[in-house]
Nanobody
Framework: VQLQASGGGLVQAGGSLRLSCAASGRTFSTYVMGWFRQAPGKEREFVASIIGSSRSTYYAASVKGRFTISRDNAKNTVDLEMNNLKPEDTAVYYC????????????WGQGTLVTVSS
């Protein structure tokens, strides 16, 4: 299984970015997909997740209303649309997958850097 995240970059505060994560494998729709981030000097934190059917999404309080997670099971991709970005959103963003009955995410992508300037 490979998860390849892309779409990071430098953006001014108030701007937008769209991250994408491409997954290999034939059972993509089975898994819960999530986005996490790790800012310099801080622990990795949960950002958003989406179940296989796309019927349920979950967000960290800090991004709710600004970020939108979506997935395309036909293309094996999960995206994170980020709007109204703030300097505190600066971090390396990782996509990850979790089996529905598991309590932890077991496969992680390599991360993509998002830098928001003030």
């Amino acid at each position: 299984v490979q998860l390849q995240a892309s779409g990071g970059g430098l953006v001014q505060a108030g701007g937008s970015l769209r991250l994408s994560c491409a997954a290999s494998g034939r059972t993509f729709s089975t898994y819960v997909m999530g986005w996490f981030r790790q800012a310099p000097g801080k622990e990795r934190e949960f950002v958003a997740s989406i179940i296989g059917s796309s019927r349920s999404t979950y967000y960290a309080a800090s991004v709710k209303g600004r970020f939108t997670i979506s997935r395309d099971n036909a293309k094996n991709t999960v995206d994170l649309e980020m709007n109204n970005l703030k300097p505190e959103d600066t971090a390396v963003y990782y996509c990850a997958r979790r089996y529905p009955t598991s309590s932890s995410f077991d496969y992680w992508g390599q991360g993509t850097l998002v830098t928001v300037s003030s």
